[in-house]
Nanobody, 118 residues
Framework: QVRLVESGGGLVQPGGSLRLSCAAS????????IGWFRQAPGKEREGVSC????????YYADSVKGRFTISRDNAKNTVYLQMNSLKPEDTAVYIC???????????YGQGTQVTVSS
C-alpha cells in the first residue's frame, strides 16, 4: 500500500525556518520522482519543488527559489523540504507526492499545515 506522510509543519514567525518531512512507504523511493505542492485557502494547488530519481536534480518555483531546499534520503525513504526566510504568503497546506515523471503524480499525502504569522 503506497503511503506518503508529511510532518514538520507548524506556526512560525516571518523570517523563520521549518523542515518538512515526507515519509514514504509501500514503494521504493529512489524509483520515483518526488514533488512538494502547497495549497492556500481559496487558491489552487501549486507546485513548490521536485527532485528527480535519476540524478537528484532539483527544481523550484520562482516564489521559493533561494529560500527552500528539497533533498532526499533514499535509505530512510524520506524526502525533506527545508524552508528558510519564511513569509506570510508561504502559509498553506504542504503536500508531497509521488511522481511517475516530474510532471505526472499519482499518489499524494494528506499534507501538513504551515502558518507564517507574527
Amino acid at each position: 500500500q503506497v503511503r506518503l506522510v508529511e510532518s514538520g509543519g507548524g506556526l512560525v514567525q516571518p523570517g523563520g525556518s521549518l523542515r518538512l518531512s515526507c515519509a514514504a512507504s509501500g514503494f521504493t523511493l529512489d524509483d520515483y520522482d518526488i514533488g512538494w505542492f502547497r495549497q492556500a485557502p481559496g487558491k489552487e494547488r501549486e507546485g513548490v519543488s521536485c527532485i528527480s530519481r535519476s540524478d537528484g536534480r532539483t527544481y523550484y518555483a520562482d516564489s521559493v527559489k533561494g529560500r527552500f531546499t528539497i533533498s532526499r534520503d533514499n535509505a530512510k525513504n524520506t524526502v525533506y523540504l527545508q524552508m528558510n526566510s519564511l513569509k506570510p504568503e508561504d502559509t498553506a497546506v504542504y503536500i508531497c507526492a509521488r511522481g511517475e515523471t516530474l510532471y505526472e503524480y499519482d499518489y499524494y499525502g494528506q499534507g501538513t499545515q504551515v502558518t507564517v504569522s507574527s
